[in-house]
């Protein structure tokens, strides 16, 4: 089955540290994906996306992610988080059909 | 666009109620998801429609729980009855590419408690 994976539920960071967060999906065909934020009492937005060029997406607010076929990944970067960040980010895979598959999230949490 | 439009905010209601929660997504948008959210089951979709018709509702819980889509700027979830174990926050999301090829534009959800 169709499934996607991130591997930190939760990360504390510093404010000025990098950021990586791990994300990596089951499916051996073509793949749009997607990673979300979801701050403190609000709902999911878009933050990237991925559908086909270049595998490295720059999205919103510095974050950019990473394609890497080889490995099924697509991890999540910024070089220096801020206390703003603070949130819970998600990763999604859309295979064929109709849904798109969310991973559980990582709630990343920035100290200033 | 107002983006996706969900009512209620909050709703809190006693166990044995019937729940409607509404949403109205972005105008042009062909796909329509519901999704329940919680701490210990994280996001969740319970049913998907494509032009107004539900493709796949096999993530509905139970038959407690019923959704429609009357037509293309109008859906409801509905739980008859409710029980505790429903409280979550129900997420409506819509999409212009078939199942979300450019992504979801999420409502701000509805806040449900069963007391």
């Known amino acids: 089955a169709q499934s996607v994976s991130q591997h930190n539920h939760h990360v504390i960071l510093s404010e000025a540290a990098s950021l990586e967060l791990g994300c990596n999906y089951s499916?051996?065909?073509?793949?749009?994906l997607f990673w979300y934020v979801q701050y403190p009492g609000q709902h999911l937005q878009l933050l990237l996306k991925?559908?086909?060029?270049?595998?490295l997406v720059k999205g919103i607010k510095g974050f950019e992610a990473e394609f890497i076929k080889s490995k099924f990944s697509f991890n999540l970067r910024k070089p220096s988080v801020q206390w703003s960040d603070t949130a819970e980010y998600f990763c999604?895979?859309?295979?064929?059909?109709?849904?798109?598959?969310f991973g559980a999230g990582t709630r990343l949490f920035v100290k200033a | 666009d107002a983006g996706v439009i969900q009512s209620p905010r909050h709703e809190v209601t006693e166990m044995g109620q019937e729940v409607t929660l509404r949403c109205k997504p972005i105008?042009?948008?062909?796909?329509l998801f519901w999704y329940r959210q919680t701490m210990m089951r994280g996001l969740e979709l319970l049913i998907y429609?494509?032009?107004?018709?539900?493709?796949?509702d096999s993530g509905m819980p139970e038959d407690r729980f019923s959704a429609k889509m009357p037509n293309a700027s109008f859906s409801t979830l509905k739980i008859q009855p409710s029980e505790p174990r429903d409280s979550a926050v129900y997420f409506c999301?819509?999409?212009?590419?078939?199942?979300?090829?450019?992504?979801?534009?999420f409502g701000s959800g509805t806040r449900l408690t069963v007391v």
């Open positions: 499916y051996g065909g073509t793949v749009n």
């Open positions: 999301a819509s999409t212009s590419r078939g199942g979300g090829g450019d992504g979801y534009t």
């Open positions: 105008s042009g948008h062909n796909s």
């Open positions: 999604a895979v859309k295979t064929g059909g109709f849904k798109t598959i």
């Open positions: 429609f494509n032009n107004n018709v539900p493709i796949d």
């Open positions: 991925y559908f086909s060029g270049d595998p």
